[in-house]
């Protein structure tokens, strides 16, 4: 079955700086990629989802990119904000099966300091 | 409008104990999933129902988890004899349509503690 690694676990940064979250896959078939947030003690919110038939995508500070042949996507958060700081995890799914059941990464713990 | 909540918010079970936990999905949402997350992981995906058909139950740890939605929308998750090993997060999500891609939005969950 599929199989989704995510690095860092952890991630500090200052305001304003960059912030960059890496996901590995291993079911050549999967072909949605979602983003979720989720604030301490509170419900996973999608941020951003990428299909594989696209490479990138972005919405704002948020930018995501897929590279199928390597079976990796990213997350990128430009210009960090304190709100920002949360835990975020990728997913992977295959939608053609007819639903989408989401496999999901351990999670990243993003802090950014004032 | 309303989003998906659930009940109870937390719940403290005695290793043995039976519980069950309710979940109510955004009004006219075909799908509806089931994850179990553990401490500092990930969900896990337990069950997904179209409307009232159990169509995976590939992700129940055990015969003890079972799940149900009877009318296609309230959904219960029941867990018999609780063990330690079931203390986790228990949240479920639903989405509009039994559709490829669609946005799964999450309710707030119920903390499960089995002592």
């Known amino acids: 079955g599929e199989n989704v690694e995510q690095h860092p676990s952890t991630l500090s940064v200052q305001e304003g700086d960059s912030a960059v979250i890496k996901c590995t896959y291993s079911?050549?078939?999967?072909?949605?990629f979602p983003w979720y947030k989720q604030e301490l003690g509170k419900r996973p919110q999608l941020i951003i989802d990428i299909r594989s038939n696209v490479g990138e995508k972005k919405d704002q500070r948020i930018a995501v990119t897929l590279n199928k042949t390597a079976k990796h996507f990213s997350l990128h958060i430009t210009e960090t904000q304190p709100e920002d700081s949360a835990v975020y995890f990728c997913?992977?799914?295959?939608?053609?099966?007819?639903?989408?059941?989401?496999?999901f990464g351990a999670g990243t713990r993003l802090a950014v300091h004032p | 409008g309303a989003g998906v909540s659930q009940s109870p918010r937390y719940k403290v079970a005695k290793r043995g104990q039976d519980v069950a936990l309710r979940c109510d999905p955004i009004?006219?949402?075909?799908?509806l999933f089931w994850y179990q997350q553990a401490l500092g992981q990930g969900p896990e995906f337990l069950t997904y129902f179209q409307n009232e058909a159990q169509l995976d139950k590939s992700g129940l740890p055990s015969d003890r988890f079972f799940a149900e939605r009877p009318e296609g929308s309230v959904s219960t998750l029941k867990i018999q004899r609780t063990q330690q090993e079931d203390s986790a997060v228990y949240l479920c999500a639903s989405s509009p349509k039994d559709r490829e891609g669609n946005e799964q939005f999450f309710g707030p969950g119920t903390r499960l503690t089995v002592l």
């Open positions: 997913a992977a799914s295959r939608v053609d099966v007819g639903y989408n059941k989401l496999i």
């Open positions: 079911d050549s078939a999967s072909n949605y």
């Open positions: 009004s006219g949402h075909v799908s």
